[in-house]
Structure formats: C-alpha cells, structure tokens
C-alpha cells in the first residue's frame, strides 16, 4: 500500500500545516488560491469582494487547519470554507434584508381587514401606540431612527457603530414583536 505522501501531494503540507508549520500551509495557498478564488470570481461581481473572501477562507482554513481530517480531499473542504463565507456575505449584503419595511406596511394595512372584522382605525392606531410604548431604550431609538426619522441603514450603522447586518437582524425582531402585540391587543378588544 502507498503512503499518504503519494496518494496525495497535499498530505506532507497538511501534516505540517496541522502541527502549527506556517511555511506548509502557505505553500498550500499558493497550491490552491487560484481555484479558491475562481470559485468566488464566477460567483460574485465584484472582483475585490471575490479577493476578500478569498483572504478570509484562507484564514479560517489556517485557524481551523489542525482539525481537518488529513485523510480527505483539501480541496473540497476548502471550497466549503470559500462557499460559507460567500453564502454569509450574499446574505449580509442582499439589496432587500429579510423582513423589510413590508411588515409594519402590512400592520398599517391590516386597516382594510379591521374595518371588515368590526374593528376600527382607532382600534389599531390605539393598539399600536400600546405596543411601542412598551419598547425603551436602544430598541425604541431604533425604531425611531429608521421609520420616524427615516434615517437610512447606512446612517443608523454609522452613528451606532453596528455592522448592516446586526441592525437589520434587530429591525426584523422589533417588527415581529410589534406585529405579535398589535394582534394579541386587537383580539383582546374583540
């Protein structure tokens, strides 16, 4: 039976690499950045975010390197590492965040439904002044930045020092709790 070595040109790097061997692990960047980064390439249109996230995989490769299971492919396991990253970038810069604007418009909306059921705009305006009184602190001036001021999410990150994607998380969970009290108060009346 062959050894490792033969069967896979990587194995001597990676063992290497596994112990801590700094010089191992860039030789298996050099080896592998162009198919990292193609992969990324054909996926992104921006070649500097393509760049980036090539960077960042390698990273997380080096800090995870120890852990890997030397007797499998490491092209493959770094492809996964580059596709992760790509998927929480597309995700964390995706032009419409989960759960925008629409759902207090379908809050505001629900006028025409309550109108139907009985009941009436005051109902709702009422209901939802309850609601966000009970919201203090950090969550009401988010609130109030982003749908009284209309500040844009640039300028709220800016002025909190919050990553895009932390502030949108926080909007989305403001807006289903707001939704959630606005109902539970609406069905307490009927």
């Known amino acids: 039976m062959e050894s490792p070595d033969q069967d896979d040109p990587d194995a001597g790097w990676l063992k290497a690499a596994g112990e801590g061997d700094l010089a191992a692990f860039s030789n298996l960047i050099v080896k592998h950045q162009w198919a990292v ?111 009284a001021e209309g500040r844009s999410m640039a300028e709220i990150c800016a002025s909190t020092g919050k990553k895009h994607s932390a502030v949108t998380m926080k909007l989305h969970r403001l807006r289903l709790a707001l939704a959630a009290c606005v109902e539970s108060r609406l069905g307490q009346t009927n």
Request: net charge neutral; hydrophobic share 40%; aromatic share 8%.
């Open 37 to 147: 980064r193609a992969f990324l390439l054909v996926r992104l249109s921006r070649k500097h975010e393509a760049e980036d996230l090539a960077q960042e995989t390698f990273l997380t490769a080096w800090k995870n390197i120890a852990k890997f299971d030397p007797s499998r492919p490491f092209a493959p396991w770094l492809r996964g590492i580059a596709e992760n990253h790509l998927c929480n970038h597309l995700r964390k810069f995706r032009a419409e965040p989960i759960g925008g604007s629409e759902a207090l418009q379908l809050i505001l909306d629900q006028h025409s439904a309550a109108e139907a059921s009985g009941r009436n705009e005051s109902d709702l305006a009422e209901a939802m002044r309850e609601c966000l009184a009970g919201i203090q602190g950090e969550a009401r001036e988010l609130l109030m930045s982003r749908y």
